[in-house]
């Protein structure tokens, strides 16, 4: 996961905000719905986005909020020494749904066509599924391959300030409907070296 060598450098930028919410008596549950939150508003303003690239732009940032809220509520709760099964199972779901909200409302509004979203979409949900699929097996959370969620989140960002700034089609699609392409295929990828490397560990 491209993310991974990010990741310690967003922990310190974030961590104080974590720790100051985490003092105003904020639980990180409720941190855990703002996120999806953002998440729903990102999903409308991609589905009106199609005739108006500013509307991509606003889309972007509150995927921005969505994927930082996400962190905040895990540090909450290790700051908090609150962390346990239920607000583990709780993010996980609040994630899911965040993914489908906004891939497919990209997908909805028309920067790509349908079937590509729906390759997409599955093959984003599969590979979420065999991240967690590894745990109940008794192997571990496994997260490896080529793209996780916090690339497929960078990607989208990126994407959608590149559309911004160039509306028009390169070749077939947008820069936004190209960084759903690019998830449909790397989302399978990813999928089969998890499959591999779970089955190889069974």
């Known amino acids: 996961m491209t993310s991974d060598s990010l ?3 967003a922990t310190q930028l974030i961590s104080p905000i974590a720790h100051k919410l985490a003092d105003r008596g904020i639980r990180p549950n409720q941190v855990s719905f703002f996120s999806l939150l953002f998440s729903i508003l990102a999903g409308v303003f991609y589905y009106y986005s199609i005739a108006n690239p500013l509307l991509v732009l606003a889309g972007a940032l509150m995927v921005f909020f969505n994927s930082m809220f996400d962190a905040i509520d895990g540090l909450m709760a290790r ?3 609150t962390a346990g099964p239920k607000g583990d199972f709780i993010d996980h779901v609040i994630d899911r749904y965040a993914d489908v909200i906004i891939i497919c409302s990209i997908f909805f509004s028309g920067h790509v066509q349908w ?5 997409a979409i599955v093959g984003v949900l599969i590979t979420s599924y065999l991240g967690t699929q590894a745990q109940a097996l008794n192997l571990g959370r496994y997260y490896g391959g080529i793209m996780g969620r916090a690339d497929r989140l960078l990607l989208i960002m990126a994407a959608s300030v590149g559309y911004f700034v160039y509306p028009q089609q390169i070749f077939m699609f947008s820069l936004l409907g190209w960084a759903i392409v690019i998830i449909a295929i790397a989302s399978h990828i990813t999928a089969f070296q998890r499959i591999w490397h779970i089955w190889h560990q069974l």
């Open 79 to 81: 700051y908090l020494q």
């Open 7 to 9: 990741r310690p450098h």
């Open 115 to 119: 079937e590509i979203g729906v390759i």
